[in-house]
């Protein structure tokens, strides 16, 4: 028999959780990726660029694979049509995987558990994406936090080696199948090859100056590293042990946001479609088409959030000081139901993760834990004036901004804009 290494959101074969259980387990390894049909036919783009980075990713895994003389095995259909598959071509004993914390990938592996214990093979799951998972921080009373800053002193008291330790999975690597397979073509999988430029996996640069220059969309401020955590390309192991031996401990604080998150969305997973605060389902939302199509294409006629948009539309990602003002944008100005500006964001970002674009989105709205206030609204010129004040990041996503004939006047005013909010926010919140 053999165990079966089943990646998802973890694509590296360095200092992973469940391929070191695996190998550790002394019998032959067979890595397994399944490209999920339930999830790539809701895809609305063929050549989506999440697809495309994740096959690529996967070609280079599956070449350091047969350099050991092992392969992985695709799939490309439904993670249980897979699995019935699997289990009448193998004899599997375990299958080793890292611990997905999202609504759909919980039942999902609930049902594929079942299922291969049906057939008298175990399940085994690991932590992987996160330093800290599920009830591992935790306030004294047993409940958990809803508030970040308290989340991540608790966070940073715990932390000591044992947790940023890599796991050696090299030193057991001759454990691995030997078996040749064919990989896929991208074609046959259903998709397209995307051309967005996919940035690397340089982090260390920005980590001594993150806290001075984060801020600033028009400086390389930040790390871009976002969709290597999401895929797993990258280590969060590695990231938080270089994040943790800088003085500078602000990068750090941003890795434990999206471990909050990830915890968040365990305990709260209503809180992908709801508000976590649950007055504001009660906000009557204006949700006008054609404002939240304005919106979407970076013509609301505010420069700075067309800027975000813009950048979002066209390479993938949006600077996060951005995605807070396009998102107070779109649910406050615009009063446009915040899940709508999370599917969009859903939809065209390719370090898109649910955890933290509903934590961020739902903070944006005010209707999130730890949210800012739903009286804060933030004003674009005063955005501008603080964090692009030479228009460098605005020019060069909307270099038409200063020219009447070509750039629309805003679609709404501000000041009214802001009144209309706080009014609508009130009623339903009865403040
Ligand atoms: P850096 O600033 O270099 O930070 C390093 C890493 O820390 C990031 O790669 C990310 O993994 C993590 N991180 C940073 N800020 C946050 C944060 N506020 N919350 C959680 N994790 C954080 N991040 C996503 O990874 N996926 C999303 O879908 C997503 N949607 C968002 C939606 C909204 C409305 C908002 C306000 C924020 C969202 N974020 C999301 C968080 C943040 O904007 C991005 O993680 C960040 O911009 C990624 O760029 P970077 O890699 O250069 O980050």
Redesign the pocket.
Known sequence: SINIFWLRRDLRLNDNAALYHALKSGKPVLPLFIFDTIILDKLEDKDDARVTFIYQSLIELDQKLKDLESSVLIKNTSPKEAWVEILEEYNVDTVFTNQDYEPYARQRDQEISQLLAGKGSKFCTYKDQVIFDRDEIMKADGTPYTVFTPYSRKWKEKLNDFYLKAYPVEKYLQNLLKIKLDFPSLQAIGFETSTLPIPGKE?RT?IADYAKT?DFPALQG?????HH??FGTLSIRELATAANQSEEKT?LN??I??DF?AMILWHFPQTIDHSYKSDFDKIEWRNNEQEFEAWCKGKTGYPLVDAGMRQLNTIG?M??RL??VT?SFLSKHLLIDWRWGEHY?ARK?L???MS??V???Q??AGSGTDAAPFFRIFSPAAQTKRFDPKFEYIKKWVPEYLDPFKYPAPIVDHQKARERCLAAFKKALNN
């Open positions: 982090y920005v984060r930040t790390s871009r590293i976002s955590l999401r990068w941003e890795l946001w999206r998150y990602w600077h996060n995605r807070m998102a964001f970002l370090d898109y993760d933290s674009n934590g961020g989105w903070w944006a």
